[in-house]
């Protein structure tokens, strides 16, 4: 079971810069999509299947299409798959609208019907990765799960000055502690969706916005360095997550 192996642990002011900037830009101006408006694990997860490699542009007719067609699991569930895959197909990465059917089928056969709210259930369903399941328990379930998407492992790479595009093992758990570690509690749904737009809007793959970006004075990849913020060996202290040892029966 893929699990976070790290736990982070961060200084202040970094954290408060880090939470509060996001915050009040995505309340100013985060993104209307229609997904943000349901709390339906169902929606959500077609959502995030649908968004897999392809742009919010291009997914939002085709979310609205699905929908219509397949309004719950259980109709998605009865496909037929190719029906499917002709809403699904045109947006590439064709494996998607057979991820959505095999999941739908799998909830009613194995679950009865019931959408799975913990980790490990959703683990096990077919095709769902770590990412879709923070996503699902965050937007659906509220939990304060972490997520890392290509947008949230840029953003949160280059404020903490993690090389996130460094595919080791190691590099990749301490993104993930990061990205756990920068919920604010009770607030996970909220902020994970402001993560996202931030990179998705502001601090770009290409030329990002780190004039006009909130996060500009405490971001290790900024220009403002006087107050010593971009250390991020001083900022963050990564340490192993305790594993949970079952307790033994007694015996009397």
Known sequence: MKRIKYQATIAMPALSIFRDGILEWYRREGRDLPWRHTRDP???????ILLHQTTVRSVLPVYQQFLERFPTIEACAEGPLAAIKEITDPLGYKVRGSWIYEICRYIVTECQG????TLDALLALP????????????????QDAPILDTNVNRLVGRFFGVD???QRAEIRHELWALAEAVIPLGQGAEFNQALMDMGALVCTAKKPLCLTCPLYR?????QSADDGLRAAETRVRYTPREKKTPKKESLA
């Open 42 to 48: 169902y929606n959500i997860l077609v959502s995030e």
């Open 114 to 117: 019931v959408f799975p709210d």
């Open 127 to 142: 095709g769902v990765g770590r990412y879709t399941a923070g996503a699902v328990l965050s937007f659906a379930f509220e």
């Open 164 to 166: 996130y595009r460094d």
């Open 218 to 222: 405490g971001c290790a990849m900024g």
